[in-house]
Nanobody, 123 residues
């Protein structure tokens, strides 16, 4: 099993920035790719960004491309997502996810999920 704990969410003004972190523990040696997803009230959970074990392969949703950077520190078993130029439509619960295979962009392909961290973009 793999446990994921997100942190770094909060209230931020439009145009501001946030850095979300996801700490992994448990059977992490078997984890390969990790990703971030988000879910706004009344909406489906959607892909934000994903990164391979090596950190070489990265995918971003079109809605965040250019404003978002995903990275990982394997020594600390932590994945980060830096989000800049935040907009009210970025408001959502952000979830970290992990899987045992290559990078993926759909929720069904991920094996483990964190509890989520709330991000609210509002003035």
């Amino acid at each position: 099993q793999v446990q994921l704990v997100e942190s770094g969410g909060g209230l931020v003004q439009p145009g501001g920035s946030l850095r979300l972190s996801c700490a992994a523990s448990g059977s992490i040696v078997s984890v390969s790719a990790m990703g971030w997803f988000r879910q706004a009230p009344g909406k489906e959970r959607e892909f934000v960004a994903a990164i391979s074990w090596t950190g070489i392969t990265k995918y971003y949703a079109d809605s965040v491309k250019g404003r978002c950077t995903i990275s990982r520190d394997n020594a600390k078993n932590t994945v980060f997502v830096q989000m800049n130029s935040l907009k009210p439509e970025d408001t959502a619960v952000y979830y970290c996810a992990a899987r045992h295979s290559s990078v993926a962009v759909t929720t069904l392909e991920y094996d483990y999920w964190g509890q989520g961290t709330q991000v609210t973009v509002s003035s």
